[in-house]
């Protein structure tokens, strides 16, 4: 059975991120995360609801080794989740575009819809 710390470090591997990364979306040190993973001190509650929230982990997993690592989200928990993000977001330019997306009718949306998924599929 694998520790908190090594679920830890699972998830950062999981999300492909260094502990200078991973650290930086925590607001937490590079040394703090390194003693988390080698089981060298145990995070507290906050960081480890805070860790869950932010990467969508399951906490039971995360404390216990039990269950799913992932908690799969709704459409909507997704959708509401991205809408909180964009409200602090510091980029006008999103804000803009989907301010003046509210004043456009169907027919217009429909046209909107359809450029940008053939802009996705160029990626």
Same mark, same amino acid.
């Given at each position: $059975?694998?520790?908190? #710390?090594? &679920?830890? *470090?699972?998830?950062?591997?999981?999300? /492909?991120?260094?502990?200078?990364?991973?650290?930086?979306?925590? #607001?937490?040190?590079? #040394?703090? @995360?390194? &003693?988390?993973?080698? !089981?060298?001190?145990?995070?507290? !509650?906050?960081?480890? *609801?805070?860790?869950?929230?932010?990467?969508?982990?399951?906490?039971?997993?995360? &404390?216990? #080794?039990? /269950?799913?690592?992932?908690?799969?989200?709704?459409?909507?928990?997704?959708?509401?989740?991205?809408? /909180?993000?964009?409200?602090?977001?510091?980029?006008?330019?999103?804000?803009?575009?989907? $301010? *003046?997306?509210?004043?456009? !009718?169907?027919?217009? @949306?429909?046209?909107?819809?359809?450029?940008? !998924? &053939?802009?996705?599929? *160029?990626?």
């Amino acid at each position: $059975m694998s520790s908190l #710390g090594m &679920r830890i *470090k699972q998830i950062r591997k999981q999300e /492909g991120l260094n502990q200078t990364e991973f650290a930086n979306k925590l #607001g937490s040190t590079i #040394g703090a @995360l390194s &003693r988390y993973e080698i !089981d060298k001190v145990k995070p507290n !509650d906050v960081f480890i *609801k805070h860790l869950c929230k932010v990467f969508h982990i399951n906490e039971e997993w995360l &404390r216990n #080794g039990n /269950g799913e690592m992932y908690i799969t989200l709704t459409d909507e928990e997704q959708f509401s989740e991205i809408l /909180g993000e964009l409200l602090v977001s510091e980029n006008e330019q999103i804000k803009d575009i989907i $301010m *003046k997306t509210l004043e456009l !009718d169907e027919t217009d @949306l429909t046209i909107i819809h359809q450029l940008v !998924d &053939r802009l996705l599929e *160029k990626r």
